[in-house]
């Protein structure tokens, strides 16, 4: 039995529903994909910065700690340029052994697809990423 015409017709707007649906899909896979290797790499270089900061527990230290973060964070696919680094610690000095230091790394992921944002309401995603360790050793000087 041959289709009539207006049954053609219905079945190339199913078509293109479900064709818009299927991309809108594959854009959405793609871009939180993307965001989710982002909060891999940021969640990796905060864990650095616990060992660091673990080993290196004194405040003068900082610079250096967000230097260490930074170029954990440094790799060929993922461009994270300036991470916000913050460094938190139970006690006031914070360099006993066994104190607890938390290292936290802030990253905003930037959506490359123009359908996300508009549906979402936003261009970008907030990535959080944070890492408590103990103090291992007391040290006054950074490496």
Not at 7 to 28: A, D, K, N
Not at 106 to 125: F, K
Request: one cysteine or more.
């Amino acid at each position: 039995m041959k289709a009539s015409r207006t049954e053609r017709g219905q079945s190339l707007i199913e078509f293109l529903i479900s064709f818009v649906l299927l991309v809108l899909l594959l854009v959405g896979t793609f871009d939180f994909g993307y965001a989710f290797l982002y909060w891999i790499t940021i969640r990796d270089a905060a864990q650095e910065g616990a060992i660091y900061a673990s080993l290196h527990p004194n405040a003068a230290c900082q610079s250096t700690l967000d230097s260490w973060v930074r170029q954990s964070s440094d790799s060929p696919i993922i461009d994270i340029t300036d991470p916000t680094v913050t460094v938190i610690t139970t006690t006031r000095a914070g360099t006993a052994v066994g104190d607890l230091i938390t290292v936290e790394v802030q990253h905003t992921y930037n959506l490359h697809s123009a359908m996300i944002p508009e549906i979402l309401g936003t261009t970008t995603i907030d990535l959080h990423a944070d890492v408590t360790v103990s103090v291992l050793q007391p040290t006054t000087s950074c490496h």
